[in-house]
């Protein structure tokens, strides 16, 4: 993701067990480490599949976790994927969105690379500095005759503007498709954040709120639109000799899926412990100057999938020279989302992409910092976190 590479294996074992690899190096933090049920609770359901030697293509686990998990979010019609970012590829030719789709810089490169896919050209519109979402009111000016869709992501769980977004969607006659791959459990004080929009892709990502080690889903508004994203994920096929679209392999599989169904025991635990864990951020950072902590304390609703800040000017460090800072203490944070996606080389040369178009996202991509978030991250790991942020920027 960033360019830094990462030798993930050792990271892992370090984290482990931090004293083996260095007895005098500090204990590492990771930003985001997977919550996994006991294996025990696992080895049932990977009997079943042992036993029935039925490992894909819409086993019994597909169809018990798609009907648990459409329970779980309040949605009545979801596609379970092999992962995001194939469910946003098959999204856009479920909606058969072309020409040009506006979206934010601001997100994993994957929003973008699956219009890429789709040979469809990203028109990057500005975000709003508070939430690091699309702007609505920059998209309207972006709109051209080309335009067949807006692409919005939920950046970190924090919801998009959606009225705003389909108000203005629906004035221009534009399909509206969301990058839902932060929102899991996300839900809106107005009803179910996932209901807006054509579709929404999920991430179940093992960095995610919610994991199946890979995986996602699409949420579709009718079962129609449902029937043919399935198909869509199934080579096309509807029966077995009849194929009517050239569909891709998005399914998930057995394993996945049973996984999927396990790790819907725990995830509100989760969510609540990734809640306790950003108000002690919060808490705690509020005294440092020249950080400012994204989003805002105490929403019920949101499901804190990542604890993004904003070094400031009134910092004593730059954004960087706190990364560079945490990252040789052992906590490692990441720059998500830096840099812009309008800045690769497969996207630059779009006029959208000039910095003077982007200067909010530009802006956040310089400032932003994720902080370790999960939940098995221990009160005295956070302040540590917080001590060594506090007194790098009194050091200097
Ligand atoms: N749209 C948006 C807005 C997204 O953010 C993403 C993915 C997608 C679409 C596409 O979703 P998927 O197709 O992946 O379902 C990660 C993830 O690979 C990626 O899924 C995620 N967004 C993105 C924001 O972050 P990296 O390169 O930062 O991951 P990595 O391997 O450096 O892991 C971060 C930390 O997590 C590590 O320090 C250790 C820990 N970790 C990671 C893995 C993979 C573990 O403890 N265990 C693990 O298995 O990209």
Known sequence: METETLDLSALLQHAADPGAADSAAHETILVAQPVLPPLEDLLPSLREIWDSKVLTNGGPFHQRFETALSEYLGVEHISLFTNCTIGLVTALQAMDIQGEVITSPYSFVATAHALLWNRITPKFVDIDPHTLNIDPERIEAAITPSTSAIMAIHCYGHPCDVEAIERIARKHGLKVIYDAAHAFGVRLPTGNLLKHGDLSVLSFHATKVFNTFEGGAIV???????????????????????????????????????????????????????????????????????????????????????????????????????????????????????????????????????????????????????????????????????DLIASAGRRQ
Do not use: W
């Open 220 to 386: 579709s508004p009718d079962a129609r639109t449902k029937t043919y994203v399935d198909q869509l994920k199934n080579f096309g096929f509807v029966d077995d000799v009849t194929v009517v679209t050239p569909g891709i392999n998005g399914k998930m599989s057995e394993f996945n899926a049973a996984l999927g169904l396990l790790q819907l025991k725990d995830v509100d635990k989760a969510i609540q412990r990734r809640r306790d864990i950003d108000r002690r951020y919060r808490e705690r950072l509020s005294a440092v100057h020249g950080i400012h902590c994204v989003g805002f304390s105490g929403e019920s609703n949101a499901n804190h999938a990542y604890f993004p800040i904003l070094v400031r000017p009134g910092y004593a460090l730059s954004r960087d020279g706190l990364y560079h800072a945490l990252r040789e203490q052992g906590v490692l944070v990441r720059r998500y989302f830096h840099p812009l996606i309008s800045s690769f080389p497969m996207y630059s040369h779009l006029a959208s992409s000039c910095e003077e178009n982007l200067p909010r996202a530009t802006e956040a991509a310089s400032q932003v910092i994720c902080l370790p978030i999960h939940p098995a991250l221990r009160d005295d790991q956070v302040d540590r976190v917080v």
